[in-house]
């Protein structure tokens, strides 16, 4: 495994051949493993450090080659040779998009477009430069919505405030969210469970790239064997885990229960089957039509804003529950939604799955409702929009939070804020820092608007040495003890409270149990269908109504979609 790149604070990998191979070599691969998508980007990195010349002799040599042509016509469009792409169009794109198992060719045919490139762009230069957005006036394509529907659904929100009394909260600690151990008792038990499967290489680390009062990192390994379809091969990944907190233990446990994650969504699968899970899970070889004609539930992977269309291609299903008012049914979903880095015999529906909605816990209830809380948070962070007047400067006087805040502005090292709060009300806030043009940010949910400024604080991976911008004159302060807070301090009821939350706004979330039989310590996938999946903003991002919905009222173009209402 290699790090490509960093987007937005989320890192980006991509697997490699243990040995080094030509792209001949990686041709005659693929012709016996045509869906193996590590191979098929291994070779598009490789086609990718060529420039257009070299590109277009290349083409020339292999024009009887159509799995080279297709992974031509790939880089074509990730590199921006228009000519090239032009060339290989004339040969005929759409048979080229047939031979590869990646989105690109599918998303340059269908939903490339200078429209859906400006405003991706709009949107990328404010929720990750902090642009102003362009007014009504000022814009070079239409919004691709109907303007009468874009906000139609939005009178029938139901509002956290609506389930929960002053008499529901409860006293947490700052920054620490509702758990059912503390942080040492975490430490301890997860510690031994590691440790008996060997799964830690390296020693405990401070890291100084940050701002939270604790960051310690950790080294660790897995390897994972897949032999489905015609897919045969073995994955060494080499991990570096990372905690922050405001307690020590808190960042130890950060970091150990980030590892448990990781280790949990990896998987290895041997005839269709998964190995070393609690409750295995058997794949399903079918398209979405026919799992549904045999009176199965399925999640239907076109309500999960792709980027690129699901044509109801044959897939790997696996089962998770999904929740109702009465309880809970069996629901199939893509396994490739689920595991990270899965690359079975199939055709890709993403460009890439981050590991939104995965979470550990002391028990299934908190696993639970730390994912759920991830979802709403890159939700959030992916469909709010940046405006002035959504930012803040926070002040505190619980002594923890005051003394970080302080002496971050006594070093010239300025912390600034931005409510990303949803329409559903749950707090979500954007840490902040800036230096001249670049910025630094940490997200997080809570049902706690104090727990989420304070995780998204120790979020931000900011040096202690470097200053940064001053926050603009007159911006508002916020104290931290007047932040919203809808927890109960209970695990249970707050889980309780956010599926009542989403399912009064009809959202049914989907629970996927990852629990290892090794570690024994719960890790679930959740799913939330109508929130956002793909929390990363770039070309290949498709759209939703809340975007726009958003873009207007932060232009202040509608009367009835006023600011500073929550975003949505």
Known sequence: MKFVSNVAGVGSFTCVPAKEMSIQQALDYLKAHPNDQFMHNYLLFTLAEYDANRLEGLIEQKKGDIQFLSAAYEV???RGFHDVRSKLEKMGA???????????AKWALDMDSPGHLFWTGVFEKNV???EQLPSLSEIEFPIPFDLDDIDSDRNDTVHIKDLCSKSDTGSIMPGISAREKTASETVQDVTIRLSNIDLITGTERKTVWSLSPYALEKSWKIEVQVAVGRNRWRLAIPQTSYGKGMEEDQARASYLMEMVER???FASFSNELTI???????????????????GLSALDPNIMNLEVPYEDQVLYWIAGREICVDGSTEIYLPAQFVFLFCNLDETALTSGVSSNGLASGNTEDEARLHALMEYIERDAERVALYSQERCFSLEAEDPAVAHILDRCRERGRYIQFLDLTPDLGIPCYKAFVQTGDEFVKGCAADLSGKIAAVSALTELAYPYFVRSNPPPAGQKTIKYEELPDYSSGDVSRDLNTVERLLLSNGLKPIYVDLTRKDLNVPVVRTFVPGLEFMAILDRFSNFSKRQFRNYLKTVGVRQKLPSPEPCD
């Open 94 to 104: 759409r048979k080229l998009a047939g031979h590869t198992p990646l989105i690109f």
């Open 128 to 130: 990750y430069n902090h």
């Open 263 to 265: 280790y949990s969504s």
């Open 76 to 78: 074509s469009i990730l």
């Open 276 to 294: 070393g899970y609690k409750n295995e899970f058997n794949l399903v070889r079918s398209n979405y039509t026919d799992l549904v004609a045999q």
